[in-house]
């Protein structure tokens, strides 16, 4: 079965760091391109970061650009989140995903198929 597995979340002070890993099943981690999503409470899922199965390229929003950094451990078939100066802005629940879309502008929930089960991100003052 096709599945997604998200961990790392937690509270942390801003300022600190956290990293996110998500376990993707043989399928899903060798065809697709994976992504970070988040959901902010009251607020839409927005995409946090990107990277492509191909080529290995990244995206990354620009809220996060120079903080964040996703990477790839083809062995352990996980794609990693790793968040650095964390702040209040960025609390909220973390999904990884997987779809087809290649990995290079704004990322939309609708362009990725299989989804994770999140994990809270709580950045506190």
């Known amino acids: 079965q096709a599945r997604l597995v998200e961990s790392g979340g937690g509270l942390v002070q801003a300022g600190g760091s956290l990293r996110l890993s998500c376990a993707a099943s043989?399928?899903?981690?060798?065809?697709?391109?994976i992504a970070w999503f988040r959901q902010a409470p009251g607020k839409e899922r927005e995409g946090v970061s990107c990277?492509?199965?191909?080529?290995?390229?990244?995206y990354y929003d620009d809220s996060v650009k120079g903080r964040f950094t996703i990477s790839k451990d083809n062995a352990k078939k996980t794609v990693s989140l790793q968040m650095n100066s964390l702040k209040v802005d960025d609390t909220g629940v973390y999904f990884c995903?997987?779809?087809?879309?290649?990995?290079?502008?704004?990322?939309?929930?609708?362009?990725?198929?299989?989804w994770g089960q999140g994990t809270q991100v709580n950045v506190s003052s």
């Open positions: 995903a997987a779809g087809q879309y290649y990995c290079s502008e704004h990322l939309a929930p609708w362009d990725f198929h299989t």
């Open positions: 043989g399928s899903l981690f060798d065809y697709y391109n």
């Open positions: 990277v492509n199965r191909s080529d290995g390229t990244t």
